[in-house]
């Protein structure tokens, strides 16, 4: 994880504590979650990502995430959405729960639950319930979250941080005092205490942004190399393409659209128009991308 997650090696040690001990089953309430996480940070800083690192690290696929946008249920209405629900007027036939339905399927998924502070407040002694007992009901039955591990993201808004405060330019660590004390006053003490660790993520660095999408290019290029295609991407060019500006502004929210846009479309482009070259060279020179053939090593040897 400490190769795809950058900077955050202190939240990936926490994690892997909590993970360890329930797997072992040591915990001393078997009947929770293998791991809930409450993390904090302003956009672009890594939380969703370290869901997806967690279920790769563990399962070797990132297709172990069970991903939900507790926008979608801002309106107390739609809370019924999370669990299975019978279709009006019908007697069997039934719409899938966005929670309970892929938990069923695999009970050892890695739930990861998107803005807590967007979900109706109903929602909240849902999910101490599945925290402090590891299950939910819905209308096929009870459902068990023992096996998952739970990842629950918030993002406190600017205005409720003192001035100081914005951005969480500081180490990774168990919130400070301001933004403990946002979450108090948005969620119950009680939710907040049945998380395994609530872990503050601060603003990423340009170093570590870069750092981050080095491994992102890298894992792509990877799969051409296994087709004898190979390609090296100077580092100027990540300096280039992700300034500081860029990443005081998203953090690294903005990556895959930066790289896609502005490295992959050229580099698709000159794949596609030279079909037969293997070694490839991407560089930024006097401003520009430059990508060409590499010059093949001489095979003769000198006289």
């Not at 672009?44 to 869901?51: C, I, Q, R």
């Not at 205005?159 to 400070?176: K, N, V, W």
């Not at 009680?190 to 290019?217: C, G, H, M, Q, W």
């Amino acid at each position: 994880m400490g190769r795809r997650i950058v900077g955050k090696d202190d939240a990936i040690e926490r994690i892997s504590r909590v993970i360890r001990v329930r797997m072992a089953q040591l915990d001393f309430r078997p009947q929770r979650p293998n791991g809930s996480f409450l993390l904090v940070g302003p956009t672009g800083v890594g939380k969703n990502e370290l869901a997806y690192a967690t279920s790769e690290a563990l399962f070797g696929t990132e297709q172990r995430v069970v991903s939900v946008d507790l926008g979608e249920i801002a309106e107390e209405a739609n809370i019924i959405r999370l669990g299975v629900c019978p279709v009006p007027g019908t007697n069997n036939q039934y719409i899938e729960g966005l929670l309970t339905s892929p938990v069923r399927r695999d009970p050892e998924a890695v739930i990861l639950l998107r803005g807590l502070e967007r979900a109706h407040a109903s929602f909240y002694p849902i999910l101490q319930q599945i925290l402090e007992h590891g299950r939910m009901d819905d209308a096929m039955g009870p459902i068990s979250f023992s096996q998952a591990i739970i990842f629950v993201t918030t993002r406190p808004r600017r205005e409720d941080l003192p001035a100081g405060e914005i951005g969480f330019g500081r180490a990774t660590q168990a919130p400070h005092e301001a933004v403990r004390r946002h979450l108090e006053k948005t969620f119950s003490s009680e939710l907040l205490e049945e998380f395994n660790e609530i872990i503050e993520l601060p603003a990423l660095t340009s170093d570590a942004v870069r750092r981050i999408a080095r491994y992102k290019v890298e894992a792509v290029l990877q799969r051409l190399h296994q087709r004898h295609q190979q390609i090296v991407v100077a580092e100027n060019v990540f300096e280039s393409m992700i300034p500081e500006e860029q990443v005081q502004a998203d953090g690294a929210a903005s990556l895959h659209r930066t790289l896609e846009d502005r490295l992959f479309n050229p580099l698709a482009r000159y794949l596609l128009a030279h079909r037969g070259r293997r070694a490839i060279q991407v560089e930024m020179i006097d401003g520009r991308l430059q990508i060409q053939e590499r010059p093949r090593r001489s095979s003769v040897a000198p006289s």
